[in-house]
């Protein structure tokens, strides 16, 4: 036990591998120290027993934390704060390696990006340490610097901030010698007094740097950064620019380094990914490659997907890709992520050589066997010679394939056979892991509904940051979770611990519960039918009539069961729609009585009419005055306390002082903010897209499609894109209402909306067949959409058909 307030990380408490935060990222548990960090709705001390009792031993955790002798075998080190012992542990284990290059990596945007793609420059002659995913943050910093090992040669570290004084902190731990700024754009604006001071900010991360890398296009970078004491090496068309741009002819850029001449070419076509290339070409020219060995390795790079992607596969089964790079902390996310899709599906795992990591590669891949393991795998696929030769190193049922052709053949002539399994696709890019997802993903429909559980958390964050510690969180997954697919967000919720879930009918409550959902459900439209089927998978139906109430007395007559039936009781307050008025307060009450026994009141709820809208505050104000009084007499007659709660997604951020004992967001969670109050904290969660099947040019005066409403101004190109009504693009957008964007650009519909697809205008556009086409997304909201066409974001979610495919995805 420790009290000190200064500590000696170079006691054996310190050695370890893993520095925890989150219970259930827990892999190898003899190698593991948890920090018991507090967040808004949760104390980390809350976990030490789930971790005890998996065979955690080392703890840091608070000095108000009074429970540690229930842990016999267990040692504590008890601290004023755990987030800074975190830090200063990272820090101590950074100076251990005070000649490694370190290269630290700020800005607005871009930051993983550039982080991989120089990564995948450098690794292939360096071995390289960088940030998991994008762990930029207070927290996620520090979980990447304990990663540097004595092997490292190089290490690639991001640092993100999103207010004032977080940057000295990152600084410290990162203690970078080469400084990497990408840009500056509005990315927590909101959060500084103005961009100068954001702009300050970021820059202490290079106060101590030998080296500072950026573009001398932007003045404003420049100003700040000239300040600093490290030599600055910029690239630009600016003429002081040490890199300097001379000229771009398609993906030909002509370079000035040095009075010389150089050519290279940018495997891009916009403007984004060529500034984040660029970024590349200026670290590698000021490590001294020569721009042919440049030239050759920018090759490699590709628009990454930066992101785990999960999606529907073949014979029942469901694939994760991962294959845009491979090292031990990647596959570690990535088996984490795999546990988060908690179906009771096998575990298979499809892996190629790791090209990086422990120079004995015995000791490599027996590490890779003991992740295996304490992720459950049940069967594995090795690609690559490495693996081939490391077999025996892999203790499960396990087969070798020498490379991805050998595999792809043996999928093709079902020699390998996949059945209702959970597949994870972890491969160096080099393997085109691509390859074989294509033979494994379901075939259906080329437009996809795209789901960023990422910003499904962000969301969810934020609307739990509005709340006081001891409200509960219902989300509502009804109607396909708004669109996003029932289990699949179900799975994410549940694992970011929210109360209840909500869903309109029984049979989507069976549903979850197959897929291994636990968390508590309410169905909001039961039917007496469904009675047992809800006791048996333990559903708690919303009771809102006297109808309802006696068939549930009848059913209980019969049940046999000695546990309480759990039901939430609807009140009727001025939605008028379901539910128990005031006036049927003492009926209700008395048929309660008789089934007291049997029955137990979880919650009591009511529906608010206008709670989005400023016009109806009294009367949503009389609402709530109403269902306090009618509440406050139910649990008066049952004798105990129950879940009250009245406020949806627009209530959260309107009326927070009547939150109750529990909250039920909805569409908040998607990102649409109703109120439009909030609306810039919130990230897009669904993006709809769809692909060009054919191009045709069109003379003036020719109609296009059914009743030759679409009619040719003037020449013009247009494109046939894969979505219709059928698919849930109402025929409402026809004929110039709805718009779509291809490569960056607005591309109005012409004619009228078919069943299976929608014709649009092209004609200054430069796109080609199989070109992706936003339907809804970050640049074209939902919101605009509704607004269109006179109606509301939920219709436009909820509209998106089942036989449109969903793909969920984590970014990198």
């Avoid at 990497?180 to 991360?205: C, I, P, V, Y």
């Amino acid at each position: 036990m420790s009290t000190n307030t200064s500590i000696d990380f170079s006691s054996s408490f310190w050695n370890a591998k893993y520095l925890l935060i989150d219970s259930r990222m827990l892999t190898a548990p003899s190698q593991t120290i948890f920090f018991a960090l507090n967040g808004p709705k949760r104390e980390g001390s809350e976990f030490i027993r789930e971790l005890y009792d998996k065979g955690v031993r080392k703890f840091v955790v608070t000095v108000d934390f009074d429970k540690g002798y229930l842990y016999k075998e267990a040692t504590f080190v008890y601290v004023e704060n755990t987030l800074q012992t975190l830090q200063e542990v990272t820090k101590y284990h950074r100076e251990l390696f005070p000649d490694l290059p370190v290269i630290g990596i700020t800005g607005s945007n871009a930051k993983t990006i550039i982080k991989e793609w120089l990564y995948t420059l450098l690794e292939v002659d360096k071995n390289v340490v960088k940030s998991p995913k994008s762990y930029n943050s207070q927290i996620g910093v520090p979980l990447s610097v304990w990663q540097i090992d004595k092997k490292h040669e190089l290490g690639i570290f991001e640092a993100g901030i999103s207010k004032v004084d977080e940057m000295k902190n990152l600084q410290r731990i990162i203690l970078p010698t080469i400084g990497l700024f990408t840009n500056l754009g509005s990315a927590h604006d909101k959060l500084f007094d103005n961009r100068t001071q954001k702009l300050h900010e970021k820059g202490f991360l290079f106060d101590e740097c030998q080296t500072i890398i950026y573009c001398r296009d932007h003045e404003d970078i420049h100003e700040e950064l000239r300040q600093k004491k490290g030599e600055l090496f910029h690239w630009g068309v600016h003429q002081e620019a040490a890199l300097r741009i001379e000229e771009i002819e398609n993906q030909l850029v002509f370079l000035n380094f040095k009075g010389n001449k150089h050519q290279i070419t940018i495997p891009f076509n916009d403007e984004a990914s060529f500034e984040n290339a660029m970024h590349c070409v200026a670290v590698l020219t000021y490590l001294g490659y020569s721009f042919k060995e440049i030239n050759s390795r920018l090759s490699f790079l590709k628009s990454l997907p930066m992101r785990l992607e999960r999606k529907e596969g073949i014979n029942g089964t469901v694939l994760i890709n991962d294959f845009y790079n491979n090292d031990l902390g990647g596959l570690q996310i990535a088996l984490s992520f795999m546990g988060q899709n908690q179906e009771n599906l096998p575990k298979t795992l499809i892996l190629s050589d790791l090209l990086q990591g422990h120079n004995d590669k015995t000791i490599l891949y027996q590490k890779i066997n003991e992740l295996i393991h304490e992720h459950e795998i049940e069967r594995f696929i090795g690609v690559g010679n490495h693996l081939s030769q490391h077999q025996n190193d892999i203790t499960i049922d396990s087969q070798f394939f020498d490379n991805t052709s050998e595999l792809k053949n043996a999928i093709r002539k079902q020699e390998i056979t996949f059945n209702k399994e959970m597949i994870l696709l972890k491969g160096a890019r080099q393997y085109e892991f691509e390859k074989i997802a294509a033979l494994l993903q379901r075939k259906i429909h080329s437009t996809r509904l795209e789901i960023n559980l990422d910003a499904v958390v962000h969301n969810l964050m934020f609307y739990k940051a509005q709340l006081q510690p001891s409200t509960k969180v219902m989300v509502m997954v009804k109607a396909l979770g708004y669109g996003s697919g029932k289990h699949e967000l179900a799975h994410t919720l549940q694992y970011h611990l929210v109360d209840y879930l909500g869903v309109a009918f029984a049979d989507e409550g069976v549903e979850l519960r197959e897929n291994g959902i636990r968390t508590p459900i309410m169905v909001l439209t039961p039917s007496p039918d469904s009675f047992e089927t809800m006791r048996r998978f333990q559903l708690e139906p919303e009771i809102y009539n006297l109808e309802m109430l006696e068939a549930l007395e009848d059913f209980l007559e019969e049940d046999e069961n000695d546990t309480p039936f759990a039901i939430q009781i609807n009140i009727d307050t001025g939605m008028h729609r379901l539910g128990f008025t005031a006036a049927e307060l003492p009926i209700l009450l008395e048929k309660l009585g008789k089934i007291a026994s049997k029955v137990k009141v979880t919650g009591v709820f009511t529906h608010l009419a206008g709670a989005d809208e400023e016009q109806h505050n009294n009367y949503t104000l009389n609402q709530v005055k109403e269902f306090d009084k009618v509440a406050a007499s139910i649990e008066d007659f049952l004798g105990y306390k129950v879940i009250k709660h009245c406020l949806n997604s627009a209530g959260i951020v309107r009326f927070p002082e009547h939150q109750m004992d529990m909250v039920r967001l909805g569409i908040g969670l998607h990102g649409i903010e109703v109120n439009h109050i909030k609306q810039d904290d919130l990230q897009t969660v669904a993006t709809l897209k769809s692909v060009i099947a054919q191009i045709k040019t069109i003379k003036k005066g020719e109609t296009i499609g059914y009743g030759r409403k679409g009619v040719a101004s003037k020449d013009m190109k247009i494109a046939t894109i894969g979505i219709g009504y059928a698919d849930g693009f109402n025929r409402h957008f026809s004929n110039g209402v709805g718009k779509m964007i291809i490569n960056g650009k607005i591309a109005p519909v012409i004619g009228n909306v078919c069943m299976d697809m929608s014709m649009v205008d092209i004609t200054d556009i430069n796109a080609v067949v199989g070109d992706d086409v936003v339907i809804f997304g970050e640049d074209l909201s939902i919101t605009q959409l509704a607004k269109a066409i006179d109606t509301i974001p939920y219709e436009i979610l909820t509209s998106v058909s089942s036989r449109v495919k969903r793909v969920y995805y984590m970014e990198g």
